[in-house]
């Protein structure tokens, strides 16, 4: 153990780097210094192409991109290549959609880094949750509305292992990443855990993007509503009383007038 750590680091670094959820001026000022100065961008699929444009030129860029269920690159992998740049003596940037810590697999790859004495720092990025809700004028508490939030993840290694259990209700805010595919059974385990199926949702696709959209519904009608708008990765579900806010109000009224969710 004391051997361990007296022995010198190699020469390398690996930045665990969050890139925000897509529009490049929500980088970090540190962010795009790293990417100007890195050998080497390891970057995944929700990295946009403007900001990958930031990176130097002479860098050299490694897609791990992953798609749902569908690693294109095992992490294992990922950790290998992260370690065997940086004992090169590399500036490794591993650039990952919104923050490495939120659902970015960030901590496997560090603790891999620093198991194999390989330098390793993490620089916070936007997560998803925070750029959608900025675009939707959204705010995730609200003093007459909510005063807590949870991040939770919509599909994980056993969706049937989440518990459910008050995450959900009044006075709560629930966003729920990578839970589209999933939404049906979703607002099925949440009803039967008592939330009220007139509890206010939205989806938020493509923040921070050109192509961004906020829907907004009531918790009963969300498997349908992602069907009917053909809601696609990567989004954010928000279930509690913050999804009626922003400016899409009216909206969310009309909306549900019309599809009959409310009289
Ligand atoms: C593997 S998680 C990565 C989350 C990321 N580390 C973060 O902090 O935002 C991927 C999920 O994040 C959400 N997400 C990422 N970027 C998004 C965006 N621009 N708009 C909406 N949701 C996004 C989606 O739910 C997507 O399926």
Sequence with gaps: MEKQLNRPKKAGKVYLVGAGPGDPDLLTIKAAKLLARADVIVHDGLVSREILDLASP??????????????????G???????E????????????????FIFGRGGEEADDCIAADIDV???????????????????????????????????????????????????????????????EAIVEKLIADGVAPDLPVAVLENGTRNNFRALR???????????????????????????????????????????????
């Design 58 to 75: 002479s860098a050299r860029r490694l897609s791990v991109a992953k798609q749902r269920s569908l690693h294109s690159v095992p992490q």
């Design 77 to 83: 992998q990922i950790n290998n290549i992260l370690i």
């Design 85 to 100: 740049e940086a004992g090169k003596g590399h500036l490794v940037v591993r650039l990952k959609g919104g923050d490495p």
């Design 121 to 183: 720092e993490i620089v916070p990025g936007i997560s998803a949750a925070l750029g959608c809700a900025a675009q939707a004028r959204m705010p995730l508490t609200h003093r007459d509305a909510s005063s807590a939030v949870s991040f939770v993840a919509g599909q994980c290694k056993g969706l049937s292992d989440q518990n459910w259990a008050g995450l959900a209700g009044k006075g709560r805010t629930l966003v729920i990443y990578m839970g589209v595919a999933n939404a």
């Design 217 to 263: 519904t009531l918790l009963t009608d969300l498997g349908d509503l992602v069907q009917r708008e053909n809601i696609k990765s990567p989004a954010l579900l928000v279930v509690g009383d913050v999804a009626r806010y922003g400016d899409a109000e009216d909206k969310f009224r009309e909306f549900a007038q019309m599809t009959g969710v409310i009289a």
